[in-house]
């Protein structure tokens, strides 16, 4: 399994971790800690205080996940939740009903599958992601998540950096094809080999969403493998000392790199970072090495000549065709492939999985896919490693738990964040939305002819659920008490092409956004060039007929 | 004012005092033992003596990074530098610390001062701070079991090479 062990050191720092908050807990309740004090200590553990409940987000470091550990998360849910858990857009998982009193148990239940919380909140390097295809895109240069466990150790209870002006976060990609958002993060790394073939890392800094949504800028085209930590801790302490600490709303470090200009701050960030080039945070090669090897990839077997093969089963079987149209991806490994579990079913909120399913999912991974998921940014799980032969015996035991819907990158694979149901931040509710879209667009035929299109749904201004990159964007507004929703369209977070969306017009009741969606959609249908995916139709079109069609209807309402 | 020296390993009464506002500075200053806030320091540092009767601080905010280049100069002639934290949250204060430490090489007593919370103590120690002044120092005690809480380190400060080995026995004998 390609999974990074844990060491004896490792395992006794979380059992650390773990009595030390036991500690900060029973102060807590002790009332030695006021709310004040406990509140970024608890938050660098992962626990929220939500609506109705405390919130605990546990790291699923660069979403890779074992068998034994998913088990783990699926006790949690049925033990310390309500039977669910919430897969996050960060490659995480969030437990929504937690009391205080039993975190330090989960946390203990998580530290004996090598999993903790750490860091998943607050202000400070939260848990890297990267692109959910490490180790099986045939593009890759190297697997990025050798980096990102390195990152993850370097970032861990750092000394200097555990109380940034806001929160931090850091995604990596291996490969070209950008599938790790790196264009909307503090820190995006891309591997890229420079003119001698050495691999290293292009840096690009100061993207996000929010309130004031940025795409990154290039700071530097190239840092050797071996710089990569002190050109980070660089950049850490720039934004560290300089970034706004008077305004929350301006202290992330896209603010800063805007006020600066990318220029000026690449010239600071290069200031610092020639104090501290072949110093004490230059990359040991050797500790490189032992995590690499923990990344070998598994023991691929030869195609079993007796397996029915993928074509002649979709051939009888129209359902299994069109999951395989939509729920593969092509792996580097000749007779595999890597598949999509949808946690979008019609109606369903996206992102949860039950605690049965979970079970279900880990024996599933130990069948076929040696023991291994992952977490995408989109909400949505992989078994990455799969043999061609059994995907039709896979695909039918995922149906048996309602995990075979035909939907990857589809419209109805959309992005929510919790919103209002859960969340404090939040103006509207998103899952309910997400849901009505969810099943006004659930006819497989009809999701196949519309193809590939990502709507993705915030409900306030913070925009965890991405809208602003949302190929359709929706954004709850609370107008006088009232839900409304704006939309925008053309928003994409894929390497180059990244894009903020545009808005389309002034923001719409609830109960209008399903139809306006619609009307949106039959424009493109309309408009289209043959083969052309939606966002390309925006990009080529602009917001403009899709605003007339939108419109059109209203005046025709009030007429 | 009562606070923790990790060099000396024990809780003490802090041997300097701040700069008296109705005292004649220069003579404050050239007798000694008195903490200077750095922006005072550096308007009258050209006119102090060499050789003050004893040790010389300076204080400055956490939220005054800008005034560490201002006092690289002086370095050996200071005893002390206070860092004082308004907030817990203020992170200025960790930067400040390994850039005087790591960067410009400062061997005094380095002092956090201000609204710190015990939890915070190894991050402190570990940038470079040897004394511990919180504004709440009944609370000293509580200080103590946070430095050695963790056995584990994932990264490496200059301070680190000062602290004994990792899980062996307490980093300083407080």
């Known amino acids: ?559 | 004012m009562r606070l923790l020296d990790l060099t000396l390993g024990r809780v003490v009464e802090d041997a300097l005092t701040a700069l008296d506002a109705a005292a004649d500075p220069i003579a404050a200053i050239g007798a000694g033992s008195v903490i200077v806030p750095a922006t005072r320091w550096t308007e009258l540092r050209d006119r102090v003596g060499a050789t003050p009767a004893g040790p010389i601080g300076v204080r400055l905010g956490a939220d005054r990074p800008d005034l560490v280049d201002r006092l690289v100069r002086d370095l050996d002639r200071l005893a002390l530098i206070a860092v004082v934290f308004e907030s817990f949250r203020d992170g200025r204060g960790f930067s400040i610390a390994r850039t005087l430490r790591e960067r410009h090489g400062y061997p005094g007593r380095l002092r956090a001062q201000g609204w710190l919370l015990p939890d915070q103590f190894r991050f402190l120690a570990r940038c470079g701070f040897d004394q511990i002044a919180p504004s709440d120092p009944g609370r000293l005690d509580e200080w103590r079991a946070h430095l050695d809480r963790f056995s584990v380190r994932y990264q490496a400060t200059a301070a680190d090479l000062h602290l004994k080995p990792a899980g062996q026995e307490p980093s300083y004998a407080i």
């Not at chain 1, 390097?125 to 390195?150: K, M, Q, S, Y």
């Not at chain 1, 073939?197 to 800094?205: I, R, S, T």
């Not at chain 1, 994409?492 to 389309?504: T, W």
């Open chain 1, 1 to 559: 399994m390609q999974l990074y062990n844990y060491r004896a050191d490792d395992r006794r720092f979380l059992a650390e971790r773990v009595a030390e908050f036991r500690d900060q807990v029973a102060r807590r309740l002790s009332g030695a800690l006021s709310e004040d004090e406990f509140k970024p200590l608890r938050l660098m553990n992962g626990l929220y205080l939500q609506l109705h409940a405390y919130m605990l987000r546990v790291a699923i470091p660069y979403g890779t996940l074992a068998s034994h550990q998913l088990r783990a998360l699926a006790e949690i849910a049925r033990r310390y939740d309500r039977g669910f858990g919430h897969f996050t857009t960060r490659q995480n998982i969030q437990f929504n009903w937690i009391k205080l009193e039993d975190t330090p148990e989960i946390l203990a239940l998580l530290a004996s599958v090598d999993m903790h919380a750490l860091q998943t909140s607050g202000n400070c390097i939260r848990n890297v992601t990267a692109d959910h295809f490490a180790g099986v895109a045939a593009d890759e240069i190297e697997d990025p998540r050798i980096w990102c466990e390195l990152i993850r150790q370097w970032s861990t209870l750092h000394p200097e950096f555990s109380f940034l002006p806001r929160k931090f976060k850091i995604a990596v990609t291996g490969s070209p094809e950008d599938r790790a958002a790196v264009r909307v993060h503090d820190i995006g790394l891309v591997m890229v080999r420079d003119d001698a073939g050495a691999v290293g890392f292009e840096v690009l800094v100061g993207g996000g969403q929010g309130r004031t949504p940025m795409i990154a800028s290039t700071i530097r085209r190239f840092v050797p493998k071996r710089d990569l930590l002190s050109y980070l801790e660089a950049i850490m302490r720039v934004y560290n000392l300089h970034g706004r600490r008077d305004n929350l709303f301006k202290a992330r470090i896209k603010i800063l790199v805007q006020s600066l200009g990318a220029e000026a701050f690449a010239r600071a960030v290069d200031a610092e970072f020639a104090t501290l080039q072949g110093g004490l945070a230059t990359v040991d090669e050797a500790a490189v090495a032992r995590i690499a090897a923990d990344f070998a990839p598994p023991p691929y077997r030869p195609a079993d000549p007796a397996a029915p093969e993928v074509k002649s089963v979709a051939a009888v079987e129209p359902a299994f065709a069109r999951w395989t149209r939509t729920n593969l991806f092509a792996h580097k490994v000749a007779g595999h492939t890597a598949v999509i579990v949808s946690l979008k079913p019609p109606g369903g909120i996206p992102g949860d999985a039950s605690a049965d399913q979970m079970d279900a999912l880990a024996d599933l991974a130990d069948r076929f896919s040696f023991g291994e998921l992952r977490v995408t940014h989109g909400q949505n799980l992989v078994l990455p490693h799969v043999r061609l032969g059994e995907v039709p015996e896979l695909w039918r035991a995922l149906d048996v738990h309602g995990l075979a819907t035909a939907n990857a990158g589809l419209i109805s694979d959309m992005i929510a964040c919790p919103g209002l149901d859960y969340c404090s931040l939040a103006n509207t509710r998103s899952i309910p939305i997400a849901q009505r879209l969810s099943r006004r667009f659930s006819d497989p035929d009809q999701i196949d002819r519309i193809g590939p299109l990502e709507i993705k749904i915030s409900g306030c201004i913070n925009a965890c659920g991405h809208h602003h990159v949302g190929h359709i964007g929706i954004l709850g507004v609370d107008k006088k008490g009232d839900e409304f929703y704006q939309i925008t369209l053309g928003g994409r977070a894929d390497g180059a092409r990244s894009a903020l969306g545009k808005l389309l017009g002034p923001a719409i009741p609830s109960a209008r956004v399903i139809d306006v969606v619609q009307q949106i959609i039959d424009t493109y249908l309309a408009i289209r060039c043959p083969g052309e995916p939606f966002a390309d139709t925006v990009a080529r079109v602009g917001v403009g007929p899709f605003k007339t069609a939108t419109t059109q209807e209203r005046r025709d309402e009030a007429a």
